[in-house]
């Protein structure tokens, strides 16, 4: 296979990457090129210029993602740096925030300067971008609730702003086209006090913290919550439950015994033992309880 052909970048092209580290599980092989752009303009420039058959895919802090042991064809994006990480106090009550900044900064800016209504945010592991890609939310609040607008850029490097209106939003999910990358979102909030909205926030962090193995190698939810033709809701953790699986392992990785919606890994696990592992616990629900668990956490690249 000849080697994937790149356009010149003022930032970082890293060939053959490993991208374990770049993950909250510490999982995944290479990529064939991992880019962190110095800025916009640097991505616009790469993206116009690299032949449109190269497939490119964005990643955040990696926080809700499997990455395969086979690692990833094509480009890798990691939007890194101050230029991807600034946020700007609006009137009005809002804040806009660069894709790379961690969803719990966020939150923290805005109790700062008085805007209430995003302290959902302090519980929700990963990046803006990621919260506009997944319609990250927890504790009754979803980022649809908060988003005015997005800046994206296209696969031809061009910048495009949407209003939240046009994502249409469901859960956990976006409409939007997959290959859109995020630059920035525009935030609607609410005046409020800031020691109000600080103590709402050490609420929701000391719950996460009792509830979630949060110090684990580990990617958050792992399945969404199922809802039955009834309408009615289901809690996948209790699915996994009643399965009898908390606890259970597979090479290196486990289901967690304190939250039984996440896996983790113990130390050694590969990609291939988590997703493994994933597919015996929807197996035995589905056995169980006749209810397909869907999986929240992306698995993304080439099997080993």
Not at 122 to 138: S, Y
Not at 165 to 188: M, V, W
Not at 223 to 244: H, I, Q, R, Y
């Amino acid at each position: 296979m000849s080697e994937l052909v790149l356009p010149p970048a003022r930032g970082q092209v890293l060939r053959g990457e490993m991208l374990a580290p770049f993950t909250w599980f510490r999982v995944g092989g290479p990529a064939d090129a991992l880019f962190l752009p110095a800025d916009a303009e640097d991505l616009a420039q790469f993206l116009a210029a690299l032949p449109g058959h190269v497939f490119v895919l964005p990643i955040g802090v990696g926080s809700n993602v499997i990455i395969r042991d086979g690692g990833i064809e094509g480009v890798v994006v990691r939007l890194l740096g101050r230029n991807f990480q600034g946020i700007e106090v609006l009137p009005e009550a809002r804040l806009k925030a660069g894709a790379g900044v961690l969803d719990a900064v966020l939150a923290r800016a805005a109790a700062k300067a008085g805007i209430a209504g995003l302290e959902f945010y302090v519980g929700v592991p990963g990046t803006v971008g990621g919260a506009l890609t997944m319609n990250a939310g927890c504790y009754g609040r979803e980022t649809r609730d908060v988003l005015v607008e997005a800046t994206v850029m296209t696969r031809l490097g061009e910048r495009i702003t949407i209003p939240a209106s046009e994502f249409g939003f469901s859960y956990r999910h976006n409409a939007l086209p997959p290959d859109l990358i995020f630059l920035d979102a525009t935030f609607q909030g609410a005046p409020g006090v800031p020691e109000t909205i600080e103590r709402r926030m050490a609420e929701i962090t000391a719950k996460r913290e009792g509830s979630q193995p949060i110090r684990e190698k580990t990617g958050g939810s792992t399945f969404k919550n199922p809802t039955l033709p009834s309408g009615d809701k289901l809690s996948a953790w209790m699915l996994v439950d009643e399965a009898g699986l908390r606890g259970r392992k597979r090479g290196g990785a486990q289901v967690s015994e304190k939250h039984a919606n996440f896996l983790i890994n113990t130390g050694e696990a590969t990609a291939a033992d988590i997703e493994g592992l994933g597919e015996e616990i929807r197996a035995a629900v589905l056995a169980k309880n006749a209810v397909e668990l869907e999986w929240e956490i992306k698995r993304l690249g080439r099997a080993q």
